[in-house]
């Protein structure tokens, strides 16, 4: 079955650019959408369709995928960005895919 | 404005049948989308279960498709879940949501509601 992996965790400074991988086979090929969630919420929806930003998520978040990677970056990363997030690839042969996901750390 | 909402009981017995309903407001169920269950164990990441289009088509993880049904009632504008023979590794969060048809992303989802496998 198709797999996507995620580093476990992630480290970055207030201000700085935080990158988080996603990567699967060929996922280039697939839909992958990035979901943010805190303790005790639900994931919200932070990226889809590769590199799109639903309104209301500000413009620091940013997505690319290209041949086995995609990856969420974060410029100017703030404290209230301090969260667990998801990558999902989506095609139509195997659906939802979700990474293991990464744990944001910002210190 | 879209809301999901689960109900279902909390705490479930080994070996018994899961059953979780989502029930939609503010929205539709029409070709633009999907509706799904994802699960949430305490403390892990997240599992895609299973997704309904509004034909009635279904389409699970491969893992539990032995053992999830999902259907829905769209008169009633809810969609359900049936996980049978439940161990206590079935034990977790369990979100209903609305995914975008053509890109499969997850626009929406319910509060989630806990459910605890236990005798």
């Known amino acids: 079955s198709y797999e996507v992996i995620q580093p476990p965790s992630v480290s970055v400074s207030p201000g700085q650019t935080a990158s988080i991988t996603c990567s699967g086979h060929r996922l280039g090929d697939r839909y992958v959408s990035w979901y943010q969630q805190k303790p005790g919420q639900s994931p919200a929806l932070v990226i889809h369709?590769?590199?799109k930003r639903p309104s209301g998520i500000p413009e620091r978040f940013s997505g690319s995928n290209s041949g086995n990677t995609a990856t969420l970056t974060i410029s100017g990363t703030q404290a209230l960005d301090e969260a667990d997030y998801y990558c999902q690839a989506w095609d139509s042969n195997t659906y939802v895919v979700f990474g293991g996901g990464t744990r944001l750390t910002v210190l | 404005q879209l809301q999901l909402q689960e109900s279902g009981p909390g705490l479930v017995k080994p070996s018994e049948t899961l059953s979780l309903t989502c029930t939609v407001s503010?929205?539709?169920?029409?070709?633009?989308?999907?509706w799904g269950w994802i699960r949430q164990p305490p403390g892990k990441g997240l599992e895609w279960i299973g997704i309904?289009?509004?034909?009635?088509?279904?389409y699970f993880n491969p893992s539990l498709k032995s053992r999830v049904t999902i259907s829905a009632d769209t008169s009633k504008k809810q969609f359900s879940l049936k996980l049978t023979s439940v161990t206590a590794a079935d034990m977790a969060v369990y979100y209903c949501a609305r995914l975008v048809a053509n890109w499969g992303y997850v626009d929406s989802w319910g509060q989630g509601t806990l459910v605890t496998v236990s005798s």
């Open positions: 309904i289009y509004y034909s009635g088509s279904t």
């Open positions: 369709q590769d590199t």
């Open positions: 503010g929205g539709s169920f029409n070709s633009s989308y999907f």
